[in-house]
């Protein structure tokens, strides 16, 4: 009885061992591809990194051109390349397709956002200075003040006299 127990046990912590054990730093294929930053503006750079990937290779997508990929030292399964957005790339999500020399391509779906401009106009900016407008404005709005404070003051000062 003692035996079947220490057995189990035994068996038990050799699985659980086993599963918890770090994965072998060799891949067969590319996997994990991560674009930073997550939204980006037309004519951004993005940075695109993919483990499983040792000698580099390329990546596309609709957003930016053909980049390459390069390994990254120290990070022996790692490479990383920077691709410009395009400035015609439509806001929404595109994918990034991963080639690396010697390996299937692997496609990540919906990997960043694109995000349009902002429709501005004018709004003003197109003179330097106040325009008489505004002067006009300003001059008003500090008349009505003074005759408004001249109204405060005479009336407070004919309410002390009584």
């Not at 035996?3 to 912590?13: F, G, P, Q």
């Not at 996997?31 to 596309?60: E, F, H, K, W, Y």
Request: glycine share 14%; aromatic share 4%; with cysteine.
């Amino acid at each position: 009885m003692r035996s079947t127990r220490a057995l189990a046990v035994s068996a038990t912590a050799v699985a659980a061992l086993g599963l918890t054990a770090p994965q072998a730093a060799a891949w067969d294929t590319s996997s994990n591809i991560v674009a930073l930053p997550g939204v980006i503006a037309r004519g951004g750079q993005l940075t695109v990194t993919v483990d499983g990937c040792p000698s580099g290779g390329t990546m596309t997508s609709r957003a930016f051109p053909r980049a390459t990929l390069s390994p990254i030292r120290n990070h022996s399964e790692t490479s990383k390349g920077i691709a410009t957005v395009s400035s015609s790339a439509a806001p929404g999500a595109y994918d990034v397709t991963v080639h690396c020399n010697g390996k299937p391509s692997l496609t990540k779906s919906a990997a960043f956002t694109v995000i349009g401009g902002v429709r501005g106009g004018l709004g003003g900016s197109s003179s330097t200075g106040a325009t008489p407008t505004d002067m006009a404005i300003g001059g008003t709005l500090v008349g009505l003040a003074l005759v408004g404070g001249g109204v405060f003051w005479m009336r407070r000062r004919s309410e002390s006299k009584t």
